[in-house]
């Protein structure tokens, strides 16, 4: 029987689908606040656009030429050049039949005007700068009614919903917003992620190695993540394996009034694994083994009310727990509509095994003949960072699988 989605903290294992439900339900979006325009690249929209305009918002030329009645481009004719009309202006003048108005890319048509005839098809020498309009033109090509014109609102409707809430705003998206004069428009406020690091044998990358010591690594691996997921950071340190030393620590998180605390190390069986003890008696122990490869002691759970995530220590079994777990999570913390990871379907270019655990093994995939083929990095231990450095995709063995052979389809999820 499957557990519950939400309620009494569950110490047997769950599924990677289960937890991650688990920790969905447990996570609520920010406050919105209102930003510039200039300040909302790579932020998450909390309303939807609707459009105040029609766009274009006018009938305008798409090339430099001049505005006519359609049968006045037919057989070669010469006409009258009566205005002269520049992007940024606008002009009252009828277009009537033997008559055209010169006319700039972007630039209003002008009444009458059907079409307009680019200026290589007529007989004026475009390319020559400030050149005054010509009297007369003669126009060498056919065009028909609204050839060369964009119509108002071809593009867009005034009223159109035309970008929903819980959209992160790319580079179109601020191009679209800043063509319908969004200058402030309303986001979902940046949370604040306090990220920790524990264990005795961590020394700051800066200091010589000593016997037993290693560089603390974490912090920088799932810094460069959280901001990745467009968090704001405040760095915790490294905590020594000492319950006092962790909740001291967490308790700068509450001051600083963070929205999310992930921590790495500490979550085990090990004798002075004090992270999840912390949580589960200062705060709110919601589960901690979930049946997966790498990372099945994985702690989450609430500190002082914040939704708090101890990742495993091993710096592969971090990176995967944040990909898997983690970052959904911030998807949904920031206000982005959380939708399933998008995968593709490699081939397996090598056979494996696997323990019948959820499995995220690290891959290098490349084309081969119109196919992706992905082979595994090295070793696949949870601490050989190296075997994540040299892979540009996590591949998923489904739970139950034990063994796949060469040329089996699997799935894959690309790591940026
Ligand atoms: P633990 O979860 O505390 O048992 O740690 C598991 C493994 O991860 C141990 O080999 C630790 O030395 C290593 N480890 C834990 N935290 C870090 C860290 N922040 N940076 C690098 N390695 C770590
Ligand atoms: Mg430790």
Redesign the pocket.
Known sequence: MSPPSTGAATFFMLSVSEARERILVAIQSVETQTVSLDHAAGRILASDITAGIDLPPFDNSSVDGFALQAADSVNVQTIRVIADIRAGTSSTIAIERGECARIMTGAPLPKGAEAVVMVEDTNFDGRIPDHAAPRMITINKQVHPGENVRQRGDDLHKGETVISKGTRLRAQEMGLLATLGAAEIILYRKPLLALLS??D?LLPVEADLTPGKIHESNSYALAALAESAGMELLRLGVAK?SETDIRSRLEKAVEAKADVIVSS??VSV?A??YVRKVIETDGELNFWKINMRPGKPLVFGKYRGIPFFGLP?NPVSAFIGFEVFVRPALEKLSGLTVRPRPYQNAILGQPIESDGRESYLRVVVVEENGRLVARLTGHQGSGNILSLVCANALLIVPSGVKSLPASSEVKIWPIA
């Open positions: 524990s264990g044998e394996d190390a500490g090990g002075f694994d220590g």
